[in-house]
């Protein structure tokens, strides 16, 4: 068998999650969209069941696999519905459902809804993407409330630089969301992983950790909360070919790296196919048996190349890890050029091996 795989450590994403939550000082839903960021969403929503407060996917189609698992727990729908008759199903499933457009206050009031909803009010304090305008933030509540088909609202919003810690965007987002919702008795929610980790003073009854749970840094920069994180996944293949180059030789394709000295190289089962970003440019770090080397010429689809010139004891076989504890995915991000989401969600081809510890 190829031995290219990844493994998911639940245990730390429990330890996250658990992190999130008591850091926060809040409930928190666990955002497992995109398949759990590339984690497996059924795997993880299902070892977090016993504590998490609940769930977040991106759509219906994410919830109702979470639902089809047997995953009982609230699941909210970040972007609501798409189109109006979701609402049968999000009724018959008992999911949440954000309302970030008018359209949507409309579908929910017109609906043939009988047991009232759970909707999330999704203000737009700032980042333009989605959420009411805050003039029509207010109206909006009171029509949910008044129509009969909702039971609760939760107020939320969504910050589009809390990753950035000495920037003052988030607090003013925040100005904007107070002065929306005033005099409404609501919970709210507003703190993503980066606000979690990185703005202790930003309210909510709620949080929404994701990137957080599967352990990588929202950050840029050193963090001493996000230093508290454990990697959940580790990508890991082997040497499957070793050869010994003199001086001046190409690697790969392109003769993108051109060795500098007599070169050791191993190339190992794991390419672009895989999700290992192409981008990644020689020196990217790699772990070898428990060793930091780099990896060496361009990525190709299925194998790439490392460094293995003054790691004697390694050769055929060597376990390659490209990232989890030891070379970190947020690194690896940075090389590449790209965020730990992105590195994650590509991830495909290779299996995903469950353990606990
Ligand atoms: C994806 C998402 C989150 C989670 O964001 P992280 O940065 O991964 O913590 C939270 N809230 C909303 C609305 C999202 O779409």
């Known amino acids: 068998m190829r031995p290219a795989r990844a493994l998911i450590d639940l245990q730390a994403l429990r330890h996250n999650y658990r992190l999130a939550r008591e850091v926060a000082g809040a409930k928190a839903l666990a955002v497992v ?24 996917v991106a759509c219906i189609e994410e ?15 970040l ?38 909803l759970t909707v999330w009010l999704k203000l737009d304090s700032g980042m333009h993407r989605v959420g009411l305008h805050p003039a029509e933030y207010q109206a909006a509540y009171r029509r949910l409330l008044a129509c009969g088909r909702v039971a609760k609202i939760v107020l939320m919003s969504h910050f589009a630089r809390a990753d950035e810690l000495d920037c003052s965007r988030s607090e003013e987002q925040l100005a904007v969301f107070e002065q929306a919702r005033q005099g409404l008795a609501a919970e709210i929610s ?33 963090q001493a909360l996000a230093a508290r994180l454990q990697p959940v996944m580790t990508l890991e293949s082997k040497v499957i070919s070793v050869r010994e180059l003199p001086a001046g030789e ?33 020196g990217t770090p790699v772990a070898i048996d428990g060793q930091l080397s780099r990896l060496i010429g ?51 081809r290779v299996p995903l091996l469950y353990c606990e510890a």
């Open 63 to 77: 919830a109702l696999q979470l639902r089809e698992a047997g995953i009982r727990a609230p699941i909210l729908l």
């Open 298 to 348: 361009r990525v190709s689809m299925d194998m790439l190349c490392v460094d293995l010139s003054d790691l004697p004891q390694t050769g055929l076989g060597s376990r390659v890890e490209l990232w989890g504890k030891q070379v970190l995915a947020s690194d690896v991000a940075v090389c590449a050029g790209t965020i730990p989401y992105q590195i994650f969600c590509n991830l495909r």
């Open 190 to 222: 507003l703190r993503n992983s980066p606000a979690v980790l990185g703005w202790p003073g930003i309210p909510s009854d709620w949080v929404r950790p994701g990137i957080m749970l599967y352990g990588a840094t929202p950050f840029e920069q050193e």
């Open 79 to 116: 972007e609501g519905f798409f189109e109006a008759d979701e609402l049968a199903l999000i009724e018959q499933h008992e999911l949440w459902c954000v309302v970030h457009a008018l359209w949507q206050v409309e579908a929910i009031e017109r609906s043939a809804v009988r047991k009232p």
């Open 33 to 56: 969209k995109a398949d759990a960021y590339g984690h497996g969403a059924v795997r993880c929503a299902q070892a977090l069941e016993g504590e998490a407060d609940g769930f977040a």
């Open 250 to 282: 190409p690697v790969g394709y392109g003769a993108r790296f051109v060795t500098e000295r007599p070169t050791r190289v191993g190339v190992v089962a794991m390419g672009y196919a895989d999700g290992y970003p192409r981008h990644a440019p020689s």
